[in-house]
């Protein structure tokens, strides 16, 4: 059985770091794209940075030069460094693989960004 755990959200003020971490069981994150994806409320799920198996990445436009998706394959963990926040990245934050496969979803971590 497939579990993905998101971790590391929190509450910052505008301008803070936080740093997401996404472990997996029963699923070896090095041989599929990984994403990041998050949901604000009342708006839908967006995708907002994913890595490649050898270690490619792309952003949304939203994030890019502020957010860094990072692999680590001996702890089968997908991370996101998150810098300059706004108060338009809170959300829910999950991780899921590109394309997304519907079991995967875990509970997500909430990032809210306020001062």
């Known amino acids: 059985q497939v579990q993905l755990v998101e971790s590391g959200g929190g509450l910052v003020q505008p301008g803070g770091s936080l740093r997401l971490s996404c472990a997996a069981r029963?699923?070896?994150?090095?041989?599929?794209?990984m994403g990041w994806y998050r949901q604000a409320p009342g708006k839908q799920r967006e995708l907002v940075a994913t890595?490649?198996?050898?270690?490619?990445?792309n952003y949304a436009d939203s994030v890019k030069g502020r957010f860094t998706i990072s692999r680590d394959s001996a702890k089968n963990t997908v991370n996101l460094q998150m810098n300059s926040l706004k108060p338009e990245d809170t959300a829910v934050y999950y991780c899921?693989?590109?394309?997304?496969?519907?079991?995967?979803w875990g509970q997500g971590t909430q990032v809210t960004v306020s001062s």
């Open positions: 899921n693989t590109v394309p997304t496969i519907h079991q995967y």
């Open positions: 029963g699923i070896i994150f090095s041989i599929y794209v």
């Open positions: 890595i490649s198996s050898g270690g490619s990445t």
